[in-house]
Nanobody
Framework: QVKLVESGGGLVQPGESLRLSCAAS????????MGWYRQAPGKQRGLLAT???????NYADNLGGRLTISIDNTKTLIYLQMNNLKPEDSAVYYC??????????WGVGTQVTVSS
């Protein structure tokens, strides 16, 4: 079992930046990929970015270069730096892990609201 805890969400104004964090604990030795997804009301959960244990990143195509995913040296803490936030970025942001055994784990999510 892998436990994921997200933090860093909140209310920001358009154009501002935010950094989300996700800490993994438990059976971390099996982690292959960590990532971020988001889900807005009435929409499906969608991929934002993933990062492997060796730092290889993958981003969704429609982000305009505004997001950066990173991983710390312990390989159990990831970040999502979001710049120039827009109202359409408002959503619940979820941390995700996939293990080498193809198990998927999710955090409970953190709310990001972009509004003036």
């Amino acid at each position: 079992q892998v436990k994921l805890v997200e933090s860093g969400g909140g209310l920001v104004q358009p154009g501002e930046s935010l950094r989300l964090s996700c800490a993994a604990s438990g059976s971390i030795f099996g982690i292959e990929t960590m990532g971020w997804y988001r889900q807005a009301p009435g929409k499906q959960r969608g991929l934002l970015a993933t990062i492997t244990q060796i730092g290889t990143t993958n981003y969704a195509d429609n982000l305009g270069g505004r997001l950066t995913i990173s991983i710390d040296n312990t390989k159990t803490l990831i970040y999502l730096q979001m710049n120039n936030l827009k109202p359409e970025d408002s959503a619940v942001y979820y941390c995700h892990v996939r293990t080498r055994w193809n198990e998927d784990y999710w955090g409970v999510g953190t709310q990001v609201t972009v509004s003036s």
